[in-house]
Structure formats: C-alpha cells, structure tokens
C-alpha cells in the first residue's frame, strides 16, 4: 500500500468512543496509537459523526471554534496549523455560572475574543472584511478545554476528531459593535488568582481575529456549511492555556471590550 493511500476508519465507532469518554470523563488514548496513518480529513469526518451524536441527545448547535491560531498556542501544543470545532448550547456556561471541575477531566482556560453573527455569513471566498460586516458583535470570552487525551499530547487529526479539545466557554456581557475597533490591537490581561497568567493582543490570533473567522468560514464552505445569524464563534486562544483546579478565580480584562470571570469549584 503506498503511503498515500487512504487507511479506512471505522468513523462512527471512533466517534462513539470519544464521546462515550467525554460521558464518562475518561480519558482515553490518542486515536493515532491505534490507527496511525489517521489523515485530517477522517479527523473532520469523526468531529462530524461526533456532532451527530451530540444533537442527536438533544445539544443544539450555537456556533464554531477555531483553535491553534496563536503562536502562544501552537507552541504549547507542539502543532502549526489551525483546526476548528463546533459549540452546543450544552457547552456554554452562564455569565457568573462557576465552572465544576469534577465535570471535566483535565481542564485548561484560555482568553479568547468570540464573535456573534449579526448575519449568515458563507462562502468559500470570504473575506475578513465581511466577516466583520456581518458580525453583530464582538466580546470578551473564556474557552475552557478538555482534551479526552492524557496530558494533552495528540496529532492534529486526534484533536480535530476531539472536536478541537472543546469543553466549555463563557462569554463577557459586554457586547461590542466591531466597527470602528482594530481587534489587532485589542489588549487583553488574563488572570488566575489574581496573577498575570499571560498577555496578548488580538493580532495574536492568525494576525486578526476576523482573518481567522473568515478562515474558519471558509473551511466550512469546503463542506457544505457556513455562519448563521445569531451563532457564536471563538476566534482561538490568544495566549497559552492554564490548568484549573477548584478554588481558582480566572479572569480576562481587555481594552475596550470588557471582562469576563470564571469560578472553579
Ligand atoms: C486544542 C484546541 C486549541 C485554541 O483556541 O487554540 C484551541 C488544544 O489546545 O487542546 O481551542
Ligand atoms: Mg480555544
């Protein structure tokens, strides 16, 4: 067989294991072990058939998320190149809502800057121009990760299968209108504990937040898909992730576009 070749998969088993872990908050091992020739596309494939799942118990999809769009990122991971994965309404916690660690496997929180479409945004030629132009609003977000993989250690295909380590994620109340900001220049501070976790900018993700949106849109239109109005979209962590545990206090500032606070208990 040349290496090339494609090696098949059994996707819905692959996919049902992974979230019959997540259920369970087991970890399990990367898919690579077993299937090493695993390519990205059969990644995606398993993160479809795993979407799938989720709806089909009743989750609602509210939107998408990038991943792996800060340098800050990929170096903590070790991989170069961005990923995307999908949110449900399962995912999100309220504004104040505390985060349960015991939920969670082995959770990690990183600072991001989440857009709210204003409008349906599609195809496979967007720009962030109009991502921008249909954005309704901009505001400040926590993703909180939780990779089904010990210790976080995969390949892009594991984690693209993995729906991109997606746990939970929290947005700010302070909606932003993004016409007249540069988001490149957006600061941000992230805190544990009251101390300076990391710090960054919004250029940090893909050079703008909106160039990744547009990327992601893009991606999206390759498979048949776009943004709806009202869908949310997590435009990457900006700074490398930190683990929490119950008791921390995990807060973002940033310039102009306000707070948000996380409580682990
Ligand atoms: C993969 C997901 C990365 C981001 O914003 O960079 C991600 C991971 O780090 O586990 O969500
Ligand atoms: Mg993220």
Redesign the pocket.
Known sequence: MSPSTKVDVDVKALARHLHEANRDRRLVARLTDDHPDLTLEQGFEIQLALRKRHLKEGARLVGA???LTSRA?QAQMGLAAPVHGFLTDAMRLETGEPLVVAALGQPRV?P?IAFVMGRDVSGPAVTATEVLAATEAVCPAL?I?DSRYPDYKFTLADVVADN???GRFVLGTTLTAPSGIDLRLVGCVFERNGALAGTAAGAASLGHPAVAVAALVRELAARGEGLPAGAVV?S??LTE?VPVSAGDVIGVRFDRLGAVELACV
Request: net charge negative.
């Open positions: 998320k990038l991943g990122k990183e991001e993703e990760l991109t380590s997606a997590m990457g962590g992730a």
